[in-house]
């Protein structure tokens, strides 16, 4: 069992920043997939980008248009999405979740935490 758990979320202005951190405990994987999701009331789950464990390499959905950067620390089983100039389109629930083996759009995730809230507006 793994369990993920998602921090750094809160309310910004249009144009601020937030850096989010998903923490990874429990089970041990030594090739996962870790991704970024966020969801809007009344809208679908979208996918905003992932990262694979053995070589670090991101993928980002077409809507990030650079302002999101995914990292991760595999030290300490902790991937981040840091968001710049933010705004109130971007307005969600903010989910990790990570799944054994590389990354590919066909594979699901195993494991996801319980979301973490960002709320953009002036």
């Known amino acids: 069992q793994v369990q993920l758990a998602e921090s750094g979320g809160g309310s910004v202005q249009p144009g601020g920043s937030l850096r989010l951190s998903c923490a990874a405990s429990?089970?041990?994987?030594?090739?996962?997939?870790m991704a970024w999701f966020r969801q809007a009331p009344g809208q679908e789950r979208e996918r905003i980008g992932d990262i694979e464990s053995v070589v670090g390499s991101t993928t980002y959905a077409d809507f990030v248009k650079g302002r999101f950067t995914i990292s991760l620390d595999t030290a300490q089983r902790t991937q981040y999405l840091e968001m710049n100039n933010l705004q109130p389109i971007d307005t969600a629930i903010y989910y990790c979740?990570?799944?054994?083996?590389?990354?590919?759009?066909?594979?699901?995730?195993?494991?996801w935490g319980h979301g973490t809230r960002v709320n953009v507006t002036s």
């Open positions: 979740g990570i799944g054994g083996g590389r990354c590919h759009p066909k594979r699901g995730f195993n494991y």
């Open positions: 429990g089970d041990t994987l030594n090739t996962y997939c």
